[in-house]
T-cell receptor, first 111, second 116 residues
Framework: GDSVTQMEGPVTLSEEAFLTINCTYTATGYPSLFWYVQYPGEGLQLLLKATKADDKGSNKGFEATYRKETTSFHLEKGSVQVSDSAVYFCALMDSSYKLIFGSGTRLLVRP | GAVVSQHPSRVICKSGTSVKIECRSLDFQATTMFWYRQFPKQSLMLMATSNEGSKATYEQGVEKDKFLINHASLTLSTLTVTSAHPEDSSFYIC????????????FGPGTRLTVT
């Protein structure tokens, strides 16, 4: 079945450091891909998405590119802030519109 | 934008009692809603798909009689945890696809259930 694999955390960075969180997927066809963020004590928020190969999703300085050839959707940000500390989930939407989530990666940004 | 609410946000109940959690789409209609369970520091596990006017579809391993789902209207789905036990303590989250044709899902803020 479809699945999502993302790097284990926690990831600890200093403020203004470069961030990469790896995400790869296994799916039949070409699913839509998403990154969700969960701040402490809150629900999930959509961060960005890409619906087809080579699409780049971007929001709040975060970017991810849908790479069909490597089945990847890595999340990047050039300069993280303390306020970016959260748990990040990579997900795909399968053919029945269900979201399949990766295990989540906790990011801690220190001042 | 599309907003999904959940009620209550937190609930504490005693073992053996039942708890109902509501999920509402506030400004759009949702013929389908999804219920997830999130364990501490873990990912979301899809429990079931709630279908308006028909039975819910449960994922493998989820007890139908334990987690009763009712999709009473186009804006409301309820999850009832019956005869709750401490191991049912978790964070329950619902989501609903938007109605703009892009299949983006909107998540409720979650309900933290603690069974004592």
């Amino acid at each position: 079945g479809d699945s999502v694999t993302q790097m284990e955390g926690p990831v600890t960075l200093s403020e203004e450091a470069f961030l990469t969180i790896n995400c790869t997927y296994t799916a039949t066809g070409y699913p839509s891909l998403f990154w969700y963020v969960q701040y402490p004590g809150e629900g999930l928020q959509l961060l960005l998405k890409a619906t087809k190969a080579d699409d780049k999703g971007s929001n709040k300085g975060f970017e991810a590119t849908y790479r069909k050839e490597t089945t990847s959707f890595h999340l990047e940000k050039g300069s993280v802030q303390v306020s970016d500390s959260a748990v990040y989930f990579c997900a795909l939407m399968d053919s029945s519109y269900k979201l399949i989530f990766g295990s989540g990666t906790r990011l801690l940004v220190r001042p | 934008g599309a907003v999904v609410s959940q009620h209550p946000s937190r609930v504490i109940c005693k073992s053996g009692t039942s708890v109902k959690i509501e999920c509402r789409s506030l400004d759009f209609q949702a013929t389908t809603m999804f219920w997830y369970r999130q364990f501490p520091k873990q990912s979301l596990m899809l429990m079931a798909t709630s279908n308006e006017g028909s039975k819910a579809t449960y994922e493998q391993g989820v007890e139908k009689d334990k987690f009763l789902i009712n999709h009473a209207s186009l804006t409301l789905s309820t999850l009832t945890v019956t005869s709750a036990h401490p191991e049912d303590s978790s964070f329950y989250i619902c989501s609903a696809p938007g109605d703009r044709g892009d299949y983006e899902q909107y998540f409720g803020p979650g309900t933290r259930l603690t069974v004592t």
